[in-house]
């Protein structure tokens, strides 16, 4: 404060305080963003429909539920070890070797911790770096195949990496081919991103075709690009309708090494809010990227809670029938939401096979103006007026892909066949309105 010319004149100083340029730079999730406005919305009394949300409409399975009570009531609410306790590490090992058929897994390829998310984080937190020289040109590149879910390229780029999109089209099934692949390939390439069945796309490789990507890993990892890895999120592996069974590429035993395998319950067994990931490697290499994972986890969250353990490991063990009936509403709804939306007037979508989500083109769309009079030009126009106008949450196609995402919206089907149905025809209603 100082005093001028007889009157008292505040002066404030500039604040010193300032944020991260990581975090500045980072951009907010918008599939979180749309849920939360949903919430929000849903909370103050209006009748939102939410297609926005990831997460199943079904409650945790009893036997889940019942394991974690009879947990705390044994009082096993302390730390446990780090990368979470050896019984659930042992289940996990187990089914990725003799379900997923990945090679050379034990309790000490397996880290667990707080969802997908963190596994990921982790991940990329112990293959990345910042260049050396500072370079741009010199950043590790993370091949990501694209549409591609909404966190991937931020928690890549947090880890040091530069982003390299690899287009996929409607017509191709959303899918790269192994030529796509090898020319994408750079002595700067660290990893190629795998997620099958796959957000937001509700697409899935086969067998031959991973096996086809998998030798072009096996061939760059001898030549051109010796540290290339593959990072395979296969969150959604039970969700799966029929028509492709799910294949691990990390069962490929030539690329099994430079594999890190991704899962967790929470999809597949209504535990979203348990905060549950595992990532695993294999053989030599892989056992040293899980004790990387390990130490930066032991910095971090230190371990997961081990009463949700005890649930993972009934939800993994005693609750088949429970999946199953999850399994067989997703399919249904996919079979569902897939006619409807073909009846709506300039939306193009391709079959779900797998996940929960469908990804239509709304492009025939792009330029016009709604009935409240707001101009779409993007996904993120057509989102915000659907949600204003019609009370419909959908997620924007933005941050899906840099490239073709304004044109598409996504569209999460887990959620009641009354709700697909009310859902399509307020679509069909913004729609119409649109001149
Ligand atoms: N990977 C994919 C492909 C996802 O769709 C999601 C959730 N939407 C996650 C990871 C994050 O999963 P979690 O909630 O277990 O962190």
Known sequence: MCKSEGRVRIVYSLPTMRLSQRVLSLKPSSTVAVMNKAKALKASGVDVLNFGAGEPDFNTPEPAKRAAIESITRNETKYIDTPGDVQTRDLIAKLLSERNGV????????????????ALYLT??????EPKSGREEDRAELLLPVPSWVSFAPMARLAG???VELPTTPEGQFKITPEQLERAITPRTRALLMNSPSNPCSTMYTEAELRALAAVIDRAGKGVAPEIMVVSDELYQSIVFGSVPHFSIGAVKEIAERTVTINGPGKAFAMTGWRLGWASGSGEFGKQLIGAMTKLQGQSITCVPGFSLAAARAALTEAGAELETMRKAFAARAELIYSLLGGVAGVKVAKPIGAFYVFPDISAHLGKTSAGGRKINAAADFAGALLEEHQMAVVPGEDFSESTGHKHIRMSFACSEEQIRKGVDRLKAFIAGLK
């Open 103 to 118: 090679p050379n897994v034990s309790k000490d390829h397996v880290i667990i911790t707080a969802g997908v998310k963190m």
């Open 161 to 163: 990496a530069r982003v």
């Open 124 to 129: 990329f937190q112990a293959l990345f770096d």
